[in-house]
């Protein structure tokens, strides 16, 4: 049973306090209906309705994969190959002098699975899990540069400053998971992704909501472990002592809570450096499990590692783990297979084997998994022939979602002819997120905070659709 | 006379389209209650579902999708707050109406006006033919200007679109330009908005009509009946016998539930609160002594008048002010978060303005309006620093993150942005107003209908014109003091000679090669590899004396231009939806307060509008019923730890009502009529009684007063960010108090953890360390040191275990409990009661008690024997024991930074 399983990691990670918690889950953070003020703590919250994603794994594609090579077949590219792309078309790139004709893909389409949906040859891993993704190729969004793309993607806004899509999903539903963070990030040890930690940020929301980034090298959380110049004794005899100084303080100080508080924080920061360790452990795993992630392959390893992190991670009750990838890896502006190639030489392999890792233990029915970047390519060549890419294409792109009550092996959405724009079934960023929500139960008008008179929300002032068409 | 065009673009009855049962059921039982055929926006037939209300028509014939109603219903905006919801299957309803009307013949009756024109003009063409520029001669923003053309001839011949340039132009494609575009971020203009010139240019070109007064039905006839818009007046000092004001107040409150006040705090405890609260900093062993010699009566006063004279008021109560106007060093975006040179003259302005007590007034005229007061800073280049600071004071309105350095980044909707969020600041931090929501609708619950809040917006649109815009860098005025001159030409001059040479050895090179083959550098330098080789070092030689150079002295500053761009109210925000022209002004609510004058702008020298000396002269009125109130409530919530009005940022129908109206409106008379003096107001507070409380609390009160609304005690807070750092870099003896210029820098260590970096003297006070938005310092960061988005008007108090790990585990606090191990052995002779004892009163600012001397003592031996194990692998050349003591009580001295007593304050 999945649930159990995960109850299982956090019992044995909580001890009593955590399976305390659990069983007495406060009740839902919800605004819409004139609610109270809300509280701000980790604890497990009850979601509006029931939800069949109990966490989330967010597959961020930095750069911006291009669907027509990907996911989003397009024969007319082959038909219409070397031709002059129109104003509209010519006026997406960035800089004109640049534009070339339209080009079709070096990778050849089929269909794959029972569900037969098309992938492209550059994802063959991906190939054997379509009867568990829904692809959803009409995503559009509102801005053809990385920075307010990934703002968009990541908050909801193109503009920074508002709290991303972990700080809300744990503002709502707190964590099972008392002794680790509620909401993780798995950087690329090889560098930030465009916005830095913008992308994780809580804004205006309490900082308690704001992503904790696990370094995949050393100590995963920032001064997890003690001065290694202290003595270990030391480190000890200085905590007793300030359990001994804090004893007394708060013992003739009645009625101040937040002394508990902060003697609860000393305890838990205590406890996370066991609790981090030991969850990011992989050395625990099997060797047919470190293989199947592609641990023992250089290109996939570091990949491969985070994606293994993030199912001990949700297993052990982490609510939202945010994997991210080699600065801007899918910004195939030139040379587009070979850059294409090194992006999913990556991470495919590892990414299959989550998936299916996932479902053979029984995590996938409540673990959402979603896949994609900030926007997708256009259709016609960038640069020079010999070395041509893609320019940013936000007005049609696909992504895929998978598990946590995602009807697995669907297509939905179509962009034109080119793949330029979404033009059938389209979805908005803020329908992505509406979508995202109520896979874990939470409606997105409600999931709101009061805020200088406004009701602030993901979805902003938006409209926006849970894309039902997707959902089990 | 102004001439009027109606023109009609199409008008046809719409075919009589029914609505399906459901639909029309579904209509008269949720919406027709507020939208009959009386209201504006009438939901009675299809056709007046076409014509729509002021936000444009309710439905797009065929797309729900696009449709405003449904957007409307599916938001949770309609139907209004508690009234019933539409359901799921409802909205389905209307939705699938609303896409079978593909075949409804589409009405469009428009009245095409010159302003509808030249919204599009200035949306895509005046970045280059306005005011700023004028390409090819070519200036389009008044009709006359059109007539006249540029070089290319008349731009406009009234009543033919065909032979008119400016609508030909647009329309076969040419203009605006590409590349032209790309680089001034203009977007092209859309089919409707090309036909809307075409239009106008068909009516004959007729001249704008005048814009519409602001007076309307749209704010109700007694919307300023609220208490927040009835002017403050001083009501009676209750006679309790309370000498204090502010006492006599709040026991009136407190006698009312039974209550009385707390006991005094003890003496030690109340000094350490008046200091860490007036002046950010714990006292010194030396200041505790003296204040605890001074047996005389009004020792207390004496204290905190010293405190109000210290130059580090201006730094604490500076921050408190950076806080509300969203201070931070850097643009906020890209991968560099570019810095902002000279950003710090406007912290320096604060806090000498704060700590020379400028009257509030004066100090809100100067920050809005600095660069109106005078235009001698306009011919200036060397300036004094009352010059220098009347003009870096405008850097108020200059805080919030702005992308638009970057031409990708600057596009009219982002320019909206920065606007929006000035505006945001100005209204939270000083009016106490929620403005924002009229950004895209009326409000709600507030009379700010959306119309007002693009007048408001207007006041700052004559600066941040978003037609003829100026990215961050161009806002700069060459102007500082003659010693920054001289020490920026004396560092750069040898600089420049070096930089010059190189140039001359890559001429060198250059030079026989552009005579021989005629092509330009970057051809010569791709097909000649040897030359690449030789050249491409120099280069980078080049750009490492260019970045060793120091920009040349400015300010950053707000300043109008010259020739504003009319302003528009804008449809749900969207930056092109052009609704109305506005003119520029206050929210007209306020013309119904009774004996508050009316805005006015008035240009105080040729070449600026006057609109912000206007907002500052309207602020600053002494009967304005926000300014003064907001102000000491911000105070008050500073010393008390929770506002009179807790909603500090709003003082509207959705905040919370004062707790103690008396008493705010006491202060608020009190704080006009005794010149706008904080510091006045902040001894008024600080030396009652109620201030003076001890933060203990037993049940009864508790009960009685659960969330302290009444004072009936201090409430015991955590430090927050800037408290601890200064504190701890004080209590370790290693504050470098150098005061103002150039921020101390942030280093980011290999694990990617954000570091102060210490100058020789030790840290700086976290005012003066660099605050860039993607690398907030992150010891700083897990104490709630707030991200400025766009501003902070109240901190938030977490208690969480990433603060533990940072103070148990980082290198800040280990390096600083260190130095203050070698500060108190020196202080204290080789005793260990001595150490207990002056660790105490750097850390906690009081005496221990004989038994916390005794625990001291013992953890001190027991960390001592710890140490020598791990050094006998340390190579060291100060004795192994004298090494030893020091770490033991570094270990000390590190557990008493992290323990309770030490980031709380009584």
């Known amino acids: 049973m999945p649930s159990s399983r995960r109850e299982f990691f956090s019992r044995l990670t909580d001890g009593l306090h955590g399976a305390a918690l659990a069983a007495l889950a406060a009740p839902a953070v919800t605004f819409g209906n004139g609610g109270g003020s809300p509280v701000f703590d980790l604890k497990p919250k009850a979601p509006h309705f029931p939800g069949k994603a109990k966490a989330v794994i967010h597959l961020f594609m930095n750069g911006g994969p291009s669907q027509v090579d990907l996911f989003d077949p397009k024969p007319t590219l082959n038909r219409l190959a070397g031709t002059a792309p129109s104003r509209e078309l010519s006026f997406a790139i960035s800089n004109g002098k640049e534009a070339g004709t339209i080009m079709p893909s070096p990778y050849t389409f089929k269909k794959h699975g029972k569900s037969g949906i098309e992938l492209s040859s550059a994802l063959p891993h991906l190939a054997e899990c379509v009867d568990d993704i829904a692809v959803i190729r009409s995503m559009y969004g509102e801005h053809a540069n990385h920075e307010p793309a990934l703002f968009l993607m990541h908050s909801g806004r193109t503009i920074a400053s508002r709290p991303s899509i972990g700080s809300w999903v744990t503002y709502g539903l707190g964590s099972e998971n008392q002794n680790l963070p509620a909401y993780v990030v798995l950087d690329d040890p090889k560098g930030l992704p465009i916005n830095g930690i913008s992308n994780w940020q809580s804004a205006w929301l309490p900082p308690i909501y704001q992503g904790t980034r696990f370094r995949t090298e050393g100590a995963p959380v920032l001064n997890l472990q003690p001065r290694a110049e202290i003595p270990t004794p030391l480190v000890e005899a200085e905590r007793n002592l300030i359990s001994k100084l804090d004893a007394a303080h708060r013992g003739s100080r009645p009625y101040q809570p937040e002394l508990d508080a902060r003697i609860s924080s000393y305890e838990l920061a205590a406890r996370m450096q066991m609790a981090a360790s030991d969850a990011l452990d992989l050395n625990q795993e099997s060797e047919a499990t470190r293989e199947a992630y592609g641990l023992n392959d250089e290109a996939t390893r570091s990949y491969g590692k985070r994606c293994l992190m993030a199912r001990r991670l949700v297993e052990r009750g982490v609510r939202f783990v945010q994997l991210y990838i080699e600065s801007q890896i899918f910004d195939s502006h030139g040379d587009l297979k070979n850059s294409l190639d090194y992006a999913c030489g990556k991470t495919d392999k590892p990414i299959a084997a989550l998936l299916k890792d996932l479902k053979q233990r029984g995590l996938l029915d409540s673990t959402l998994v979603m896949y994609g970047g900030e926007f997708g390519r256009l259709p016609m060549s960038q640069g020079p022939v010999k070395s041509a890419g893609r320019d940013h294409g936000p007005n049609g792109f696909s992504i895929w979602m998978a598990g946590g009550g995602v009807k697995g092996g669907t297509v939905y959405g179509a962009t034109d002819d080119l793949g330029f724009k979404a033009v059938e079934n389209t979805v908005s960023v803020h329908d992505f997120h509406a979508t995202m929500l109520h896979l874990l139960g939470m409606n997105h008008r409600d999931l709101a905070l009061e805020r200088h008179g406004l009701k602030e929300r993901l979805t902003d002032q938006f409209p926006a659709r849970v894309v039902k068409e997707i959902l089990v | 006379m102004i001439v009027a065009a109606v023109v009609l673009i199409a008008l046809l009855p719409a075919a009589d389209v029914e609505f399906d049962a459901g639909t029309k059921a579904i209509f008269a039982a949720k919406c027709a209650g507020c939208h009959g055929k009386a209201g504006g926006l009438d939901l009675s037939s299809a056709a007046a579902l076409l014509k729509g209300g002021a936000s444009g028509p309710a439905i797009v014939p065929g797309f729900a999708a696009k449709s405003l109603l449904i957007d409307k219903i599916v938001t949770g905006q309609m139907p209004p707050g508690k009234m019933p919801k539409l359901k799921d299957a409802e909205i389905d309803q209307v939705r699938a109406w ?809």
């Not at chain 2, 810095?339 to 806090?351: E, K, L, M, T």
């Not at chain 2, 920065?418 to 939270?428: I, K, P, Q, R, T």
């Open chain 2, 98 to 906: 609303i896409n079978q009307q593909k075949a409804m013949p589409v009405v469009e009756v428009a009245q095409v006006r010159e302003q509808d024109a030249r919204a599009v003009i200035q949306a895509r063409c005046v970045m280059c033919h306005g005011g700023l520029r004028k390409e090819g001669g070519l200036d389009l923003r008044t009709v006359a200007s059109r007539l006249k053309g540029g070089k290319s001839g008349p731009a406009l011949v009234p009543g033919k679109p065909e032979e008119s340039l400016m609508y030909k132009r647009i329309a076969n494609g040419t203009m605006p330009p590409d590349a032209m575009a790309k680089e001034l971020a203009v977007e092209l203009p859309t089919e409707a908005e090309t036909e809307k010139i075409k239009a106008w240019i068909a009516a004959g070109a007729p001249e704008p009509q005048a814009v519409a007064v602001a007076s309307d039905a749209k704010v109700a006839p007694d919307a300023a009946k609220f208490w927040s818009l009835i002017p403050p007046q001083r009501g009676k000092v209750p006679a309790n016998g309370e000498k204090n004001p502010v006492d006599a107040f709040v026991v009136a409150k407190l006698q009312e539930k039974g209550l009385k006040l707390a006991p005094e705090a003890d003496k030690l405890s109340l000094m350490r609160r008046v200091y860490l609260d007036l002046t950010g900093l714990p006292p010194t062993k030396a200041d505790i002594t003296a204040y605890m010699n001074d047996k005389a009566p009004g020792a207390y006063e004496r204290l905190v008048d010293k405190l109000l004279a210290s130059p580090h008021y201006g730094e604490r109560w500076g921050q408190h002010w950076l806080d509300l106007a969203g201070y931070a060093d850097s643009e906020g975006f890209g991968q560099d978060d570019g810095v902002r040179p000279f950003a710090w003259r406007y912290r320096d302005y604060v806090i000498r303005a704060l700590n020379a007590d400028k009257p509030y007034s004066e100090f809100l005229t100067e920050q809005i309006a600095g660069d109106e007061l005078s235009n001698d800073w306009r011919s200036a280049k060397t300036a004094s620093q009352q010059m220098v600071d009347r003009l870096a004071a405008t850097g108020f309105l200059r805080t919030v993150p702005d992308p638009t350095n970057s031409n990708e980044r600057g596009l009219l909707a982002e320019r909206m942005n920065v606007v929006a969020d000035e505006v945001e600041v100005l209204a939270s931090s000083v009016m106490g107003m929620t403005v924002g929501c009229a950004r895209c609708h009326n409000h709600k619950y507030d009379p700010i209908p959306q119309r007002d809040y693009y007048r408001l917006s207007s006041i700052l649109q004559a600066a941040y014109d978003p037609y003829e815009w100026r990215s961050p860098n161009k806002r700069e005025q060459a102007l500082g003091l003659e010693a920054e001159w001289k020490k920026y030409q004396e560092h750069n001059a040898p600089l420049e000679a070096e930089a010059k040479a190189v140039k001359a050895e890559i001429e060198k090179l250059l030079e026989p090669v552009r005579k021989e083959t005629g092509k330009k550098d970057r051809e010569i330098l791709r097909e000649n590899a040897e030359l690449r080789e030789q050249i491409e070092p120099l280069q980078k030689k080049q750009q490492e004396i260019r970045r060793k150079m120091l920009p040349p002295p400015h300010v950053r500053i707000l300043a109008d231009n010259e020739e504003p761009s009319q302003h528009y109210l804008l449809r749900r925000g969207d930056p092109v939806g052009f609704g109305d022209p506005v003119d520029a002004g206050v929210l007209t609510v306020f013309e119904q307060v009774p004996g508050l004058a009316k805005y006015e702008a008035k240009a105080p020298y040729a070449g600026t509008s006057g609109r912000r000396l206007g907002l500052a002269k309207w602020l600053t009125q002494p009967n304005h019923p926000l300014t003064a109130r907001v102000a000491v409530n911000q105070m008050w919530m500073r010393h008390f730890g929770r506002g009179i009005v807790p909603s500090v940022a709003n003082f509207g129908r959705t905040g919370v009502a004062p707790s103690n109206q008396p008493l705010l409106d006491w202060l608020a008379v009190e704080f006009v009529e005794s010149g706008w003096k904080m510091k006045a107001m902040h001894k008024l507070m600080v030396t009652s009684k109620a201030y003076r409380q001890t933060s203990k609390v037993d049940e009864s009160v508790l009960k009685a007063d659960p969330e302290n609304a009444l004072v009936s005690r201090m409430p015991m807070r955590r430090m927050d960010a800037d408290t601890l750092f200064d504190s701890l870099a004080s209590a370790a003896g290693y504050l470098d108090a150098t005061a103002f210029g150039k921020p101390a820098d942030v280093t980011v260590t290999a694990d990617k953890e954000v570091i102060v970096k210490p100058g020789p003297k030790g840290y700086r006070r976290n005012i003066y360390v660099l605050h860039r938005r993607q690398t907030p310092v992150s010891l700083m960061d897990s104490f709630d040191q707030p991200p400025m988005t766009p501003n902070c008007t109240e901190r938030r108090q977490s208690n969480v275990a990433t603060q533990a790990l940072h103070m148990m585990n980082g290198s800040i606090t280990w390096d600083l409990a260190q130095y203050m191990a070698g500060r108190v052995i020196d202080e204290s002779e080789g005793d260990r009661a001595k150490v207990v004892e002056n660790v105490y009163l750097r850390a906690y600012a009081r005496y221990p008690k004989p038994e916390e001397v005794k625990l001291g003592v013992a953890a001190i031996a027991d960390f001592r024997k710890g140490w020598p194990v791990k050094l006998e692998d340390t190579n060291t050349a100060a004795p192994r024991a004298a090494t030893a003591e020091w770490m033991a009580v570094a270990n000390y001295c590190h557990a008493i930074l992290n323990s309770a007593e030490f980031s709380f304050i009584d």
